[in-house]
């Protein structure tokens, strides 16, 4: 079984020492090609020339933005059964969708269970979501994405990460608690959610759409505003109509609280199992994918990919 092995040597919880270890448990089971990432978008340039190859497996290991990456260069030409299989090394600092597909939360952990995941056989497929822009520029996301509040956040947090500063789950903590009360804009909502064939929902301050829950972790906690969004539905989008103190906090609590239901509030927004929704600003509004930054625009529409990617697990 022919394998590619993406490594992204920046990753947060991960050595060159700790790569070598993982490469040689691989090496018994896997003919095996190691890829190091040196810029950003060269994971979707290697996954997508595995697949032209015709590998059997893409290995990505590295944090959530490495993954979103290796699944966009796969799903290049479209989702499709014979492309390769995905597995997953969680080596970031939030490791999202690994936790959510139920992996540990550390690299070697996981290559155990993936190890005996490929001896079995076992694979699973999930659903996607995609982010179409104006310009035509589309692109897969796996877990998460989001329109205002958090894409401003995570943009902060990539600035303070080019300057030296370490990401782990206080780092977003404190950037988000400092941008939410002197950053972001908090009296003008810019944000109008619409959905093919109903109203459109118009004064929102942020949205968060979720393609599985939960949405993020802060820590070993889950932060939950879609609980009953996962990997064979559709999408969920979690919006806010108020960025004042008190309706944040209360929404903030039920983030952090086990629930199966959505989070509720007159100020709250909730889509579930959609298809496809559209968020319109009326300025230029900050956006990212899986955690990945990608720029301010006035509109981005999302839609659901059942079964787009096999996954090693």
Known sequence: MRA??????????????????????????LDLVLAETGHRGHATELARQAAEDGYDVVIA???DGTVNEAVNGLLAGGPSPGLPALAVLPAGSANVFARALGLPDDPIGATT???????????RTVGLGTASLPDG?????????GVGLDAEVIQEVERRRAAGVRADPSLYVRTAARHFFSGTD???AALTLEQPGRPPKSGLFLAF???TSPWTFMGRMPVNPSPK?????????????????GPTVAALAQMLTTRAR???GRHVVNVHDAAEVTLRADRPVAFQLDGDYLGEQRSVTFRSVPKAIRIVI
Do not use: W
Not at 4 to 29: E, Y
Not at 113 to 123: D, F, Q, T
Not at 138 to 145: L, P
């Open 61 to 63: 290991l590295g944090g």
């Open 262 to 264: 959505p989070l509720q």
């Open 137 to 145: 520029a589309e692109r897969y996301f796996t877990f998460c994405a």
């Open 113 to 123: 269970a993936v190890l005996e995941a490929l001896r079995a056989g076992r694979h």
């Open 229 to 245: 969004a996962n990997f064979g539905r559709g999408l969920d989008v979690f919006g806010m109509r108020s960025l004042e103190v």
């Open 209 to 211: 759409i979720s393609n």
């Open 4 to 29: 590619m092995l993406i490594a992204n040597p920046k990753a947060t919880s991960t050595s060159r020492r700790a790569r070598d270890i993982l490469v040689r448990a691989f090496t018994g089971d």
């Open 186 to 188: 908090r009296r003008r």
